[in-house]
């Protein structure tokens, strides 16, 4: 089941009572449910919603595990301009927690003015970053019908913007008087295949009780504990004035808010409770930090039956009177009557059944760049191979060496003289502590790799002093490093061409037995979705043949990324609707291609539009099932693709990833020479992934030669117990034959 996002559209949505809901028909379907609030006022403890699931459904976790980070720590993020970096830090919390789960339900920010720069879009890019279908929840709360369903106008167009996947609309809190025309004009603004529903407003959700209040004041509960706590505060009264006047204006349900010191008004509060001349008084609310006569006191705690709670706090009656009237109704947990409540508005509200079906059916496919890089560092870690980095002296290489030590991502050796890298650390204040160094030039290694070397390219007609002068070569000799095994994978390019840095592997490494040539893909990353370009930098004028090769070995790199393959063969024509050797050479790839793979969904040739843009495809290729949701793009050229690429990567802001290269026996990655600190922890991430999916393939082949030995050797017992079986048989019939004849003799002769 895919996790789901709960976000409120505004403040005072009443998004508390949604939640509750959800984690109910949640738990009563899955045993691992998980719950998360991406930030907390100041701690977990102290936020009510948590508590209350925390405490009702009885959760496993830590409290640490529960949130992102506080509203101190977002607003210095986003004041200081690093919100990605906020991004990042919720993720990698979340993502934690879903690791112990089936399913998580999260709880969206609560617009209480602590991080005033966090609103709704905040709460979309999230749930998309953690591929949450997201449930918004829309204030219907003191609004007109109009008012509401603007609101949910503006909520349902800022999801369209941020492409969020949405699950349903909650309209929260409307009035009675008002749910059936909300119903229908909401059926008629939302488009048919969206779902929503209409909770209507309950005085006993809609008011806080005494304890809530008490929680949000920071007040201490002088006497009336207990069930006295749970009582709703339908409206307050400030008491100034003397008895007399004071008994007229008590309200059914109300707070009195008086000094402390006012034992007069206490007692004739608690007086009226019990009266059945006056209405029922909820509670007291002593201002000033002032405690009641001692006497007073004695006489309070003597009280057999008070159902009337009686708190202190230590501000004056004025900024109580402003804070009482600021607090908005919640949950708590232990308070029966409003879980009830709320359980029970739900219920009747919403179709359990359908919702259930549709939690369970509803998958979404994005995968968002930050996803997209977690999962990268994630799966590194798993299991750590190591990398050589050709480049140890450049800066970003250094400042990149550094990030992937602290994190684990993988074990790291940095090529170059040892003096000048260290050197060059200590004045970046980099901690290189578990890098290893080694300088090509004095290791002694050299001379190994040297003959390995010559032994690959003697038939070139190298010498073995010339092989012994290449690995001098930082490139040739990190090459040398993965062929051997002493590493799993290298990173390069930083400082070196593209040619400097491949050139090594083509002639030692080379590629796999099931493919053809060397080709590369970049990785896309847009605002929320990654998408496959290939071939971007390695082969300027693929045939077809080369081209359903790239297409083929892209669409294995990218589902090895967590990217589902549906592979666009692009070309300026879509279709049967263009003519001429550039649109054959690519219909020819298709061709091929389908024949090779018949299971890849691939669609060519076609346009770039109509590959990514779904209205397009409806008209240009209305049954095709690649047409629109495109995810790998094949080019049919260099000069296209690479055009294509920076192209994207400049204008849309889309942060590229790669050139990644594909098809070689050993992982050997090429980087730009304007990559940033963040290019390079990425291609090390998918290099050591490179090799641990090169380290599977290596361990499947041998499983499948042994169990064909193993077969080959069942066969050849086989047919030397069926020879064995074969000469018995004939020896049997011999017998026979010749005691039938030897009977027929003496039958003669008789």
Known sequence: MQSVYIAGAGAGSGKAVVVLGFMELLSAINRRVGFFRPIVSRTVEDDHLTSLIRERYDLPFPAEQLYGCTADQASELVASGRYDELLKLILHRYMLLEEKCDMVLCAGTDYDGLVPSLEFDFNADLANNFGCT?????????????????????????????????????????????????????????????????????????KPTIGELSKALGGHCLCGEGDALNQVVTNYKIAAMEVPDFLNYIEDGCLIITPGDRSDIILAALAADVSASFPRVAGLLLTGGLQPAENVQRL?????????????????????????????????????????????????????????????????????????EYELIHRAKSQRKRIVLPEGTDERVLRAAEILSLRGVADLV?????????????????????????????????????????????HKGISEEMARDALEDVSYFGTLMVYTGDADGMVSGAMHTTQHTIRPSFETIKTKPDTKLVSSVFFMCLADRVLVYGDCAVNPNPDAEQLADI????????????????????????????????VERVREAVRIARERRP???????????????????????????????????????????????????????????????????????DLSRGCTVTDIVNTVAITAIQAQEAEKEAQEKVRHEAKGEAAQETGKRAETEAGKQ?????????????????????????
């Open 134 to 206: 997201i449930v918004v929840v829309v204030k219907g709360f003191g609004r007109s019908p109009e008012e509401a369903l603007h609101a949910v106008h503006m909520a349902h167009e800022s999801m369209v913007n941020r492409r969020g996947d949405l699950l349903a609309t909650v309209i929260n809190g409307v009035h009675p008087d008002y749910v059936d025309i909300v119903k229908r004009r909401a059926r008629a603004v939302l488009p048919s295949t969206e779902t929503f529903y209409v909770l209507p407003e309950t005085e006993a959700l809609g």
């Open 300 to 372: 309070l705690n003597g009280l057999r039956r008070n159902k009337v709670s009686i708190l202190s706090v230590d501000s004056d009656t004025f900024q109580t009177a402003l804070a009482v009237n600021k607090v908005e109704s919640t949950i708590l947990p232990g308070d029966d009557r409003k879980i009830a409540a709320a359980l029970g508005l739900f219920e009747q509200n919403v179709e359990i059944k359908d919702l259930q079906e549709r939690i369970s059916l509803h998958h979404s496919e994005r995968i968002t760049p930050l996803m997209f």
């Open 414 to 458: 940095l090529l170059g003289n040892p003096d000048k890298i260290q050197r060059r650390a200590g004045e970046l204040g980099l901690k290189l502590d578990d890098v290893t160094v080694i300088d090509p030039v004095s290791s002694p290694k050299r001379d190994e790799y040297a003959a390995v070397y010559f032994g690959l390219r003697k």
């Open 551 to 582: 297409a083929i070995t892209s669409a294995g790199t990218a589902a090895a990324f967590g990217v589902e393959p549906r592979v666009a063969m692009l070309s300026y024509s879509t279709g049967a609707s263009g003519k001429g050797e550039d």
């Open 599 to 669: 299971d890849l969904k691939l669609e060519g040739p076609i346009q770039y539009d109509a590959a990514v843009d779904v209205s397009v495809a409806r008209s240009k290729m209305p049954d095709s099932e690649v047409a629109g949701q495109a995810t790998v793009f094949i080019f049919p050229d260099l000069n296209t693709g690479n055009n294509t690429y920076k192209a994207v990567q400049r204008s849309a802001g889309a942060v590229a990833i790669g050139p990644v290269l594909q098809g070689l026996n050993k992982p050997v990655n």
């Open 726 to 750: 074969g000469e018995k048989t004939t020896g049997k019939r011999a017998e026979t034959g010749a005691e039938k004849r030897a009977e027929r003799r003496a039958e003669t002769e008789t």
